[in-house]
């Protein structure tokens, strides 16, 4: 078509002058012009009586046949009528109307030829309404075209159904196209399970579910790997609504995925080199659906998951875009450590790329990840920081948008100023709504202090005005007015107020400022209430600027009533009515606004009338306080009893209103009327829930099948997790991997721990420093000022490095850095608040790492912190040294973790000797060369053995566990849903059997924590969570946490069988 050589002449220069045309007016004339050519040689020509019939014949054919074809109807010329139906389809595309060519593109449904068929079919299924009754003419053509010998003419049968069909009509084809499923050309087969779907889509009565779902089995295994094909693009569609029919294909679907790897498909199927990347891409999103929050149905997919991303990585478009799905999947699917382990990899070569889009992959795919694995995303912090100084805004926003998703209460304010930043350059109407809606909710969610939400929240109004929920401002007004509800912290509250209000002034203070209306309306409110706090401003002064914000044209009726409002309280406090202040309300007694007009009036009556009940009238700092209403009317009795005195009839309620009478007169009638008697309040269902399950996640199921094995059982390379798992609800909390708070952790684990002592003389702590510094890793001993003195001076960090210490702290695998917060430390309660936020509390400083001081004989230097070190580096740069379970005495008090290492070793205790029984089969000789041996893990009697060293207990205090929790760069997380063990304490006595040292356990959430260390070097953490389930049995969450990855995984595999 590119060289137009079979187009007309007119036709080639109608898309000639469309294409040049130079605005919408001069394509319109085009058009316009064209319409009138098309109507002339569509319209059918009137038959006249013909005089040729009587000439003799020779002359019939030399004169007049020539002069009939060149007059007669122009649709005798199929070619002709094609071209004409594709320029009418040009018409309607440009938004005209072609309603006069619709007859002749059914017409041309019809015709023979194949081209004119297809063409007929084309304009019929892009122009025709739902409505439009020439559909009902197009079915029995339908109905003959599927039912044809011809290939094509079923083929285009099958596509008109999936554009012209109506529900109404879907019975009628329903069963023909049902029957092509079984055709012998794979065209027609792969077109027809199509149709059926759409079929279903339209009318579900006339096509069962059950029915193409069985159809849908039969094609998945269809011979033709393009029918196949086909057949993925329904059950995802399907599967999406409902998986639970789908789920025992994964194991078809995995088989499918190995050959498409494997290159056993056709090589016209391969796109540059990638096996069929389609398919591959559509498979692995219904392995993710099938997965999602089932551990049953992950397992199976762990193995060609991995190899799938490791076989699609070869520098090619397509490759990255099965890398990306193999990732989206990962982190859908019930978690497996080695498969996020791979996808972190991959993550972290898309992010560092120099290209934008695989850029874009990169910050899309860690987005996901960190949401419930946010460990992942300290190793890109720097990489991030790029990202989001990109000149390429969609790079930059989806940036925002993984800001967004790791938000803590550490990097809150970093992350918000940042946000703030990127609204204030944004002029995008969507993007702003988007981004005032996620800093509202981070701001509600993570406020380090009172002040800083005070401060962030009055900026949101100020960028984005209305954009902002109403909602918002109340919680505001709520914070300020009810402060922390501690009556002891009444100073910071104060404080909170006096900080508002200087705020306040400071904006209505600008002459030409424009203030939206939500900040003009809530500052009103605040300046009303305390301005009378305010240190640089007087009250006749705040006064003053009242006016004139009122005076403003620009103001809104609301606004001017709130700034009214404010202004009647200011002069209650003040004691007298300034001119200015009387001055504005005389002329808003004029008001055009009710509301407005009917405050002024009041006002001014009490001013001349009644000025000395302006305080009662306006207290000061009442906001919160409860307003009695007297719901008799007391005060109204003298002036009721005056009239009666006088002959006034007494009042009597009605006894019927109109909308009694009205339903009385017509209780005989059947006609539909509005029911107007109140519905009955719903009674909540009486249903068990079990802890740490929401009631929409008791809702929604997936159900497994049968009883599940060994995690990834029989495949070399993955750790094995949970047996017998059972279905999770979806939104569960245990499809996310259980990790430890390391903020307030005080707060949440036991008591708060004792001040440490000032350090005595002679003695330096370590300071932290943003570079490696050289030196033996783990150094324990005493430290003297000269060595303290001779130490490196640390490398003053650049902008970025700074802003990464900013933005990821608090992520687990990060140290944490100590963030500057705001002046006031409150904590933020919001007890009417409408959002369901939790509440701010203020930030707890986390607690920098102590080293553990142990004697020995050569003292050396300790090794300094490095900020920026991600946890997965060797010893030597990590910033919490390990600390180590040498058996010893440990002093709680001292202001560092000091272990007395005994001189003399005690010796083990030796465990029980078991009576081994004899095995008839090995004393028969019958086992050959099989050892006859207990196994491994039932040997030691319950004890866990890493190379032949036992797992010893390590005491330590619960906030050396959060602060030792951040290093260990090896995670391994295990579920086991269990009926032995049911309680903490049971799992608790499971880990001390282990090992393991019991640091806490906290019955209220059933959470518990221990640690252990192997050979006096290797340290182990481990978390454990315990959920009822409705059986009786419970679902135990245990996350192992070490630096080595050997230990942590075969100590995570130990304690699966230990808790089963």
Request: aromatic share 6%.
């Amino acid at each position: 078509m590119s060289s137009g050589s079979h187009l007309s002449k007119e036709f080639f220069e109608l898309i000639k002058a469309i294409g040049e045309s130079k605005s919408k007016q001069e394509e319109d004339r085009i058009i316009q012009r064209e319409i009138i050519t098309l109507k002339k040689k569509l319209e059918t020509p009137t038959k006249t009586p013909s005089v040729s019939s009587k000439l003799p014949l020779e002359y019939n054919s030399s004169v007049l046949n020539p002069l009939q074809q060149k007059n007669s109807n122009l649709l005798t010329n199929k070619k002709k009528s094609k071209e004409f139906l594709v320029r009418l389809l040009y018409v309607e595309m440009l938004g005209h109307d072609g309603s006069f060519g619709y007859i002749k593109a059914v017409e041309l449904a019809a015709a023979t030829l194949i081209t004119h068929k297809r063409t007929g079919y084309l304009l019929c299924g892009a122009c025709l309404s739902p409505d439009n009754e020439f559909r009902f003419m197009l079915v029995n053509q339908m109905q003959r075209d599927l039912n044809s010998a011809n290939v094509l003419e079923t083929c285009a049968s099958l596509y008109a159904i999936t554009r012209i069909i109506t529900s109404d009509m879907v019975p009628a084809v329903a069963n023909d196209v049902q029957k092509m499923l079984a055709h012998a050309s794979e065209n027609v087969r792969k077109k027809s399970i199509i149709a059926l779907h759409r079929l279903y889509k339209l009318n579900p009565d006339a096509v069962p579910r059950m029915m193409l779902i069985e159809q849908l089995r039969r094609v998945l295994c269809d011979r033709d790997p393009s029918v196949m094909g086909a057949s993925l693009c329904v059950i995802e569609s399907m599967a999406a609504t409902d998986s639970l029919p789908f789920k025992d294909l994964v194991s078809s679907l995995v088989s499918i995925l190995k050959q498409i790897c494997e290159h056993r498909l056709p090589s016209e199927f391969d796109y540059h080199r990638m096996p069929a990347p389609w398919m591959q891409m559509q498979i692995l999103r219904i392995l993710s659906i099938l997965g999602k929050n089932d551990a049953n149905a992950s397992s199976g997919m762990y193995e060609i998951i991995n190899d799938c991303l490791k076989r699609a990585d070869i520098g090619i478009n397509a490759g990255y875009a099965v890398v990306y799905e193999c990732i989206k999947t990962i982190t859908t699917i019930y978690p497996n450590p080695v498969l996020l382990d791979a996808a972190a990899e991959s993550i972290s070569r898309f992010i560092g790329s120099r290209s934008n889009n695989l850029k874009f992959l990169g910050v899309t795919g860690l987005a996901s990840i960190v949401e419930k694995h946010p460990q992942y995303a300290a190793a890109h912090q720097m990489a991030v920081i790029e990202c989001l100084e990109d000149r390429d805004e969609t790079l930059q926003r989806k940036t925002l948008d993984l800001l967004y998703r790791m938000t803590n209460p550490v990097n809150v304010e970093f992350i918000t100023e940042k946000l703030l930043d990127f609204l204030r350059s944004t002029t995008d109407p969507f993007l702003r709504k988007d981004l005032t809606t996620r800093i509202s909710n981070i701001a509600e969610r993570y406020a380090p202090s009172n002040a800083w939400y005070v401060h962030s929240v009055t900026s949101l109004f100020e960028i984005s005005g209305d954009l902002v929920k109403p909602e918002v401002a109340h919680n505001l007004m709520s914070l300020i007015a009810e402060g922390s509800g501690d009556e002891e912290d009444e100073e910071s509250d104060m404080a909170l107020r006096q900080n508002a209000v200087e705020l306040g002034c400071k904006l209505i203070s600008k002459p030409n400022a424009k203030l939206p209306k939500i900040l003009a309306e809530t500052m009103a409110w605040v300046l009303g209430e305390y301005a009378y706090l305010s240190a640089e401003y007087d009250i006749e002064q705040v006064l003053e600027m009242l006016c004139n914000l009122a005076k403003r044209s620009s103001s809104a009726p609301s606004t001017r009533c709130f700034l009214i409002s404010a202004i009647m309280k200011l002069v209650a406090q003040l004691g007298t009515c300034p001119p200015n202040a009387a001055h504005v309300i005389d002329n808003f007694t004029k008001s055009n606004d009710g509301d407005l007009q009917q405050r002024c009036l009041e006002f001014q009556n009490m001013l001349t009338s009644v000025s000395h009940i302006l305080g009662e009238a306006f207290p000061v700092d009442a906001s919160c306080e409860d307003v009695e209403a007297d719901e008799t009317l007391s005060h109204l009795n003298d002036f009721v009893q005056a009239a009666l005195m006088n002959g006034s009839a007494p009042y009597s309620p009605p006894d019927d209103d109109d909308d009694d009478d009205y339903a009385t007169m017509n209780a005989g009638t059947k006609k539909p009327a509005f029911n107007f008697t109140q519905y009955e309040k719903p009674s909540s269902p009486q249903t068990f829930q079990p802890r740490n399950m929401d009631s929409s996640s008791m809702q929604e199921h997936n159900t497994g099948f049968g009883d599940s094995s060994a995690v990834l059982g029989g495949m070399s390379g993955f750790p094995a997790a949970a047996d017998n798992c059972q279905p999770n609800p979806a939104g569960q909390s245990t499809s996310k991997e259980p990790s430890l708070i390391l903020h307030n952790v005080a707060n949440v684990w036991g008591k708060q721990p004792d001040p440490a002592p000032a350090p005595f003389a002679g003695t330096s702590a370590p300071t932290p420093s943003f570079g490696n510094t050289p030196g033996p890793a783990n150094s324990f001993g005493s430290q003297s000022s000269s060595q303290t003195e001779e130490a490196s001076k640390p490398h003053v960090p650049s902008e970025k490095e700074r802003m990464a210490a900013a933005l990821f702290g608090g992520v687990p695998g990060v140290p944490t850095a100590s963030v500057p917060t705001s002046s006031s430390g409150t904590s933020f309660r919001n007890p009417k608040s409408t959002t369901s936020a939790p509440a701010i509390s203020a930030p707890v400083a986390a607690p920098v790492p102590t080293p553990i001081a142990v004697p020995a004989p050569t003292p050396t230097p300790i090794a300094e912190v490095d900020l920026l070190d991600m946890g997965f580096g060797d010893v030597s740069s990590s910033a919490v040294p390990d600390v180590l379970a040498t058996p010893g005495t440990l002093d709680m008090l001292s202001p560092t973790l000091v272990l007395e290492v005994n001189s003399e070793k005690e010796p083990s205790p030796t465990p029980a000797i078991t009576p081994i029984e004899v095995d008839p089969f090995a004393a028969s000789g019958l086992l050959g060369d099989v050892a006859d041996a207990p196994l491994g893990v039932l040997a030691g009697g319950g004890k866990f053995e890493y190379n032949g060293s036992p797992l010893l207990p390590l005491p330590i205090s619960t906030q050396q566990f959060g602060q030792n929790w951040g290093t260990c760069s090896s995670t391994n997380p295990i579920s086991v849903v269990s009926s032995k063990v049911v309680s903490l304490n049971q799992m608790m006595d499971i880990l001390v059997k282990a090992g393991a040292h019991k640091i806490e356990a906290i019955a209220a959430t059933n959470e518990g924590i221990a640690g252990g260390s192997i050979g006096g070097t290797s340290m182990v953490l481990i978390h454990g969570n315990v959920i009822p389930q409705i059986d009786g049995s419970s679902q135990i969450n245990v996350t192992v946490k070490s630096k080595d990855g050997s230990l942590s995984g075969n100590l995570a595999a130990f304690l699966s069988n230990m808790l089963r």
